[in-house]
Every structure is written in C-alpha cells, then in structure tokens.
C-alpha cells in the first residue's frame, strides 16, 4: 500500500495539473479471463491479488485526475542491468539452461509477454504521441505471443532442444492470473514491438552463461 499506491498519490498530487505523466502498471489487473476472449481496455478489472488491486485503484485515481497515460504492461522478459529472474520467460529460460528441467503446475494458464527493450520503446512513443494518447490506459504486449505455460516450454525447447518438461497432477499455482490480452489500441496510435520471444530466449540463453540466480530477482 505505502509503494504501491501511497506513493505514487502522493507524487502525483504535488505535480502540476499541466505536466505530463506516463505511469507504468500492469495487465494482472484482468485476474482471470474468459477462455478465448481478449482483454482490452474496456474489459472489467477483477485483480486476484493486493499487489494488483492496488494497480488497479492507483491507475484509476490517475486517470481521473491528472494528465496522463497508463500502462498495461504484459510480463516482461530480456536481459538487462537489473533484470528480474524470478518472472515467467527469464525463468522458464534459466531453468532450461541450467537444470534442463521444469515442473509445470496449471499449464494451462495463459499470460501475455513483452521485451524489456519494448516496454522502454513504449515511452518513447508516448512522448512523442502525448496529445493523442492522453487520458486513457494501453495494453502493452506481444501480440503474437499470448501463450500458456505449456506453449511458453515449447517455444523454449526450440533452444535448448534437451529440456524436460513435466506437468504435476498434484499441487497448484498459487499465482492464477489466467487471461490473453489484445494491444490494438496503443498499435492504432503507431507504436510497434521490434524484439521477439524468440529472440529474447536466445538473449537469454546467451545472458546465463555468465548470471546466475541469486543476482537478480524480487524475491
């Protein structure tokens, strides 16, 4: 509540009513989606957790009061500086690599990922496109790559041709955040991803020669 939500309120209500603001949030606010069904801008927020109902409040109380542009960031992967190994691809990836085998639970869940390359070009864009874009939140992802745990191992697989994959009957995901996200509304103002899965999984690949976990995660 005080980083998530406080903070940002506070920030915001000491800025001028006229200064551009570009908040970045989160597509965990769709929860669990419909089977097949895409979320877009417009499709009620159910979040499952704090961390994504305070996303949720936040995004709104910007939106509402202040000049500014939201978003809706898919689960980001890539190599960078402060990169985070404990989020789905960047962690499918190193278990790929290092252990050569993975236990899935709920493979079937569903989620959407974007580059940390793109995530940054999204700024870019929005500051150039301010005027157009102002006042309304955008999804932001790989249109291409709204896949399941299961089809995720599999695109990895294609790199590491040696990893096991294996679904547990037993146990379950305490995260269950399950939905397929459309990104057409910040596609319509111009912007365009440049930096694929695959791509990023051979970044990756190529990063853990030299990172090990205990570097780098949230946890």
Not at 176 to 182: A, G, H, L, M, Q
């Amino acid at each position: 509540m005080a980083v998530n939500f406080n903070a940002v309120k506070n920030l915001a209500e000491l800025m001028n009513s006229k200064q551009m603001m570009i908040f970045p949030c989160t597509n965990s606010g769709y929860g669990i989606g419909q089977a097949d069904i895409y979320c877009d801008e417009e499709t009620p927020m159910l979040p499952i957790s704090m961390y994504g109902r305070l996303k949720v409040e936040i995004e709104s109380f910007l939106l509402n009061n202040h000049n500014c542009v939201t978003f809706r960031f898919a689960t980001l992967f890539g190599a960078s500086p402060r990169m985070r190994l404990d989020l789905l691809v960047n962690d499918f990836t190193y278990r790929a690599v290092t252990d050569r085998f993975i236990v899935l639970f709920e493979p079937h869940f569903k989620r959407n990922y974007l580059h940390v390359r793109d995530a940054a070009r999204a700024f870019i864009h929005t500051l150039d496109n301010f005027e157009q874009m102002k006042g309304r939140p955008y999804n932001v992802g790989l249109s291409d790559a709204n896949l399941s745990k299961w089809e995720l191992c599999e695109v990895i697989k294609r790199h590491v041709p040696d990893f096991d994959v294996m679904v547990s009957e037993v146990g379950e995901d305490p995260d269950k955040r399950n939905y397929i996200v459309s990104n057409q509304r910040i596609e319509a103002t111009g912007y365009k991803t440049m930096t694929g899965l695959d791509h990023g999984i051979k970044e990756l690949i190529n990063g853990y020669q030299v990172i090990r976990r205990n570097q780098y995660s949230n946890l």
